[in-house]
């Protein structure tokens, strides 16, 4: 049963370039959250999704971030128009529904560099 | 507002050990839980251990405890008979229930296990 799936695990970017992030949840699990870790940081939320329906993205800049979870596929983590700042891991986490604590699972996370 | 605080940039223990990693944590809820999770240097978040507010037995894993004192606001990480693998940044998370079930991370504390 492999767990929760990330790629690429490094992506570097140019500045002004578009990242795609992607994320596959564990099999069975219908909620993706995405974190965001910089340096030196804890995780910070970012965007939770169920699928087809974002459902709470309180934590997304406003602006060049979008994420999504279609009915078929990966969830998508975008960022367009990157920047040095957007230097960071990216981490997907996915739960089932009504899950206990110890089904939210995280992936080994996306390591973005903005040159 | 949710808010952690993980007050020990940096701790060291010898080896067959046990150390303690405070945490202290803010909320006006009286539903949420809190969470340890351990990140070795690959970068993976593992989950090690939960405390749910109504639970009135402290939450033990193995050697990982979890010294739960509500009244403080504080849910410290235990860890008995330390081990060289056990070298890591942990972070301590509080999950409100009724939610979006996002995850507040504090900063973390790196663990070194000195043999």
């Known amino acids: 049963n492999a767990g929760v799936m990330q790629n690429p695990r490094h992506l570097v970017r140019r500045r002004g370039q578009e990242a795609r992030l992607r994320c596959s949840p564990m099999?069975?699990?219908?909620?993706v959250y995405w974190y965001r870790q910089l340096p030196e940081e804890g995780l910070k939320f970012m965007v939770y999704?169920?699928?087809?329906?974002?459902?709470?993205e309180s934590g997304m800049p406003k602006e060049r971030f979008s994420a999504e979870f279609p009915k078929e596929g990966p969830s998508i983590l975008r960022i367009q128009q990157v920047v040095r700042g957007d230097s960071a891991a990216y981490f997907c986490?996915?739960?089932?529904?009504?899950?206990?604590?110890?089904?939210?699972?995280f992936g080994s996370g996306t390591r973005l560099t903005v040159v | 507002a949710q808010k952690i605080t993980q007050t020990q940039p940096g701790m060291f223990v010898q080896e067959k050990e046990a150390v303690t990693l405070d945490c202290t944590y803010d909320?006006?809820?009286?539903?949420?839980?809190l969470f340890w999770y351990k990140q070795p240097s690959s970068g993976e978040m593992i989950f090690l251990i939960y405390?749910?507010?109504?639970?009135?037995q402290n939450a033990t894993e193995g050697r990982y405890s979890l010294n739960f004192q509500k009244a403080r606001k504080s849910a410290n990480l235990v860890i008995s008979a330390s081990q060289l693998g056990d070298s890591a940044m942990y972070f301590c998370?509080?999950?409100?229930?009724?939610?979006?079930?996002?995850?507040?991370f504090g900063k973390g504390t790196k663990l070194t296990v000195n043999p």
């Open positions: 998370a509080m999950r409100e229930k009724g939610g979006s079930e996002k995850l507040v």
């Open positions: 986490a996915s739960s089932p529904l009504g899950a206990g604590p110890g089904s939210y699972t």
């Open positions: 099999k069975g699990h219908s909620h």
């Open positions: 999704l169920q699928k087809e329906n974002i459902i709470d």
């Open positions: 405390q749910g507010s109504y639970d009135e």
């Open positions: 909320t006006s809820d009286q539903s949420y839980g």
